[in-house]
């Protein structure tokens, strides 16, 4: 451990090289060692004891730097002014003191640069920083703001400027200005002062003022407009006082209770005969309304109005002089929203309403009264033309005259259906005489018919061609299509499909072959034509044809048969013997060859060989039968065996695939290597 370097930290090492350098040393025990560490303040020391005892572990102490180790070490190096180290037997004593330090003059300080301190030095106690300083300008308002020098600070008198009076952004306004006159005008703020804005006023309340809050104008709203702070007191229909919040309830049995917002006032009478204020009979009708007896006040008597317990009032004498019960049936008589009067109108229109007075005028105009009813006489016209209409019959019979009606007359779609002339059923109104004239009625035909249900539609068609009547779906009739009814064809052209999908019939053009042979006659004739070969009689069922002569024009029968299930039989087999090496071809197939050599051959098998291509070959001698692929071709085999195993081993060869001349062959069966 060296002296204390730069920042007052002790230099750690491990045989002389440096570990580092932190504020403290933390010793850990290892294996076998002990350590033993005693502040010693009045020394200014802290002495560590390191101990270690026999074991299996290897010897030394484990070295660490703040709770890093640094390994297991047998030696340990103190190095340093103020740090000793002391051994007595197995014991070992460090010292470590306080370093010395020293120090160097302190720089100037600048707004610049600040003075930077040396790594191995401290500052001194009496260490000090130069700071400079410069004067301030002098500022004035509108004038600009000092700065000073970039290496000296603000002094204490330092000033700042400000910037000028005016009215505009980024000016003082001055004390006299008139914008801060109390008689300026603010801008609108209402919505401000609003309960719900930046600057609301407090609602009013029953000692200070203010706005009127929500409930309160809730509560006022159920006010009526004519509403009074009281109510109005009448004795018997005479006012006493209007406007009245306190009433004094007095007298005999009268008692006032009040429960919240609702006061009971219970007034007590006397019984029948009794004494008190108010005096009763000793007996009343059940329901009856109270009367006053006399003028005393203090007495009342039955009477024969009753007003039951739903509020129905009955009388047997009249009410303000007039009779209830014959009043009411009157009122029951008149309609609900009658009127006093009755609306008059001249032809629709004009008029007047509730009119109460009724004067009839004109000549021979008449008005009679008998009680209720009044009987008003208007003579009828007399007889004769009146100019468009002739009267007859003491003005009971009226006719319009001949060619009175003309078009100008008769407003546009006035005239309905029932207003024109009866016409016969299924008949339609037009005119079909040639120039015009009067509507007559027409009938249909040509296939168009009446639908009874006051329609027109064609008539249901019949033949080769048919439909229901007023449908537009028609159908042809089963052969009803003849060839002359088909569309015209170009010689040697024929009706079918040649489209590879079931669809519409197709015409296409027969070979001048195909015409003859629907020209032959008989099936000698059709092979005549085709240049088939010719048949033979009496041939095996199933039998195979093959060519008779050189001349290709007649067949005969083979005795290979393929049966209705594919089977063939009847063949002879193709043997063929070798006894030296061969290249295949085309002839070779379906063959068996006997191959016989005392040594051996090789068999090439052809690339252009077809698919299904096969041949079997059996080692009839000694030597073995080797088999090689042509160039192109490939030969797959069971364990790269190309041979026949020995003397009479059978081999076959087969093409499973050909791509043109790269035939793929299998060797199968008994071979070797």
Request: glycine share 16%; net charge negative; aromatic share 2%.
């Amino acid at each position: 451990m060296s002296s204390f370097g730069g920042g007052g930290k002790p230099i750690v090492k491990k045989n002389g090289t440096v570990i580092g350098q932190q504020p403290a040393v933390n010793l850990i025990e290892g294996a076998n060692v002990t350590i033993t560490v005693a502040d010693d303040a009045a020394n200014g020391e802290v002495d560590v004891t390191i101990a270690a005892a026999g074991g299996g572990g290897s010897a030394g102490i484990e070295l660490f730097e703040e709770g890093v180790s640094l390994g297991i070490v047998t030696t340990l190096n103190v190095v340093g002014a103020t740090a000793t180290a002391a051994a007595v037997g197995a014991a070992g004593t460090l010292t470590i003191g306080a370093p010395a330090l020293a120090s160097a003059a302190p720089e100037n300080v600048t707004k610049a640069a600040a003075a930077v301190g040396v790594g191995t030095t401290a500052a001194r106690v009496d260490h000090k920083h130069d700071i400079t300083t410069a004067a301030a300008s002098t500022l004035s308002v509108g004038g600009s703001n000092a700065e000073g020098s970039a290496s000296s600070l603000a002094r204490s008198d330092h000033t700042h400027a400000l910037p000028a009076f005016g009215s505009t952004g980024g000016t003082f306004a001055q004390g006299n200005d008139s914008r801060l006159s109390d008689a300026r005008t603010p801008t609108a703020h209402a919505s401000t002062h609003l309960s719900n804005g930046s600057d609301p006023i407090a609602a009013a309340t029953t000692s200070v003022g203010g706005l009127l809050s929500a409930a309160d104008k809730t509560k006022l709203d159920g006010i009526a407009t004519t509403a009074t702070n009281g109510v109005t007191v009448k004795d018997e229909g005479s006012t006493t006082g209007s406007n009245q919040t306190t009433f004094d309830f007095v007298g005999s049995g009268v008692s006032v209770a009040s429960v919240g917002a609702v006061t009971t006032v219970t007034i007590s009478g006397g019984g029948g005969g009794g004494s008190g204020d108010v005096v009763g009979p000793s007996s009343a009708t059940d329901n009856a309304v109270a009367r006053f007896d006399a003028t005393t006040g203090k007495l009342i008597q039955n009477s024969t109005v009753t007003i039951d317990d739903s509020g129905n009032i009955a009388t047997s004498g009249t009410v303000d002089g007039r009779d209830v019960s014959t009043d009411g049936t009157k009122l029951d008589g008149i309609a609900s929203g009658a009127t006093n009067g009755i609306t008059t109108q001249d032809e629709g229109a004009g008029g007047g309403s509730n009119q109460v007075t009724l004067d009839f005028v004109g000549a021979g105009v008449s008005a009679s009264s008998a009680g209720t009813k009044t009987t008003v006489t208007i003579p009828g016209l007399a007889d004769g033309d009146k100019g468009d209409i002739t009267v007859a019959s003491g003005g009971t019979a009226w006719s319009i005259d001949n060619n009175a009606v003309t078009t100008a007359k008769i407003a546009d779609a006035n005239v309905t259906l029932p207003k024109i002339a009866n016409i016969g059923t299924d008949r339609l109104l037009g005119r079909d005489t040639a120039a015009s004239g009067a509507v007559e009625e027409l009938t249909v035909g040509g296939g168009v018919e009446f639908t009874t249900t006051g329609g027109i539609q064609r008539s249901a068609l019949t033949g080769d061609v048919t439909a229901s009547a007023g449908s537009g779906a028609t159908t042809i009739a089963t052969a009803a299509v003849t060839l002359a009814k088909m569309a015209n064809l170009a010689q040697d052209q024929v009706i079918g499909r040649v489209t590879a999908s079931t669809g519409v019939p197709e015409t296409f053009i027969v070979t001048s072959t195909a015409r003859a042979m629907l020209d032959d006659t008989s099936n000698s004739a059709i092979r005549t034509t085709i240049g088939a070969l010719g048949g033979v009689t009496g041939s095996t069922d199933n039998a195979l044809l093959r060519a008779d002569g050189t001349g290709g024009a007649t067949t005969q029968a083979s005795g290979i048969i393929v049966s209705d299930t594919d089977e063939i039989s009847g063949q002879t087999a193709n043997v063929v013997s070798a006894s030296s090496g061969f290249t295949t071809d085309d002839t070779y197939n379906g063959k068996t060859v006997l191959a016989s050599h005392a040594t051996g051959f090789t068999i090439t098998l052809h690339a252009a060989a077809k698919k299904g291509f096969n041949i079997t070959v059996i080692q009839e001698g000694a030597g073995q039968i080797t088999f090689a692929a042509a160039s192109g071709a490939t030969l797959f085999c069971y364990g790269g065996h190309t041979k026949t195993a020995g003397q009479y081993a059978m081999v076959a060869v087969i093409v499973k695939s050909n791509a043109g001349s790269a035939a793929q062959l299998n060797l199968g069966g008994a071979t070797g290597a």
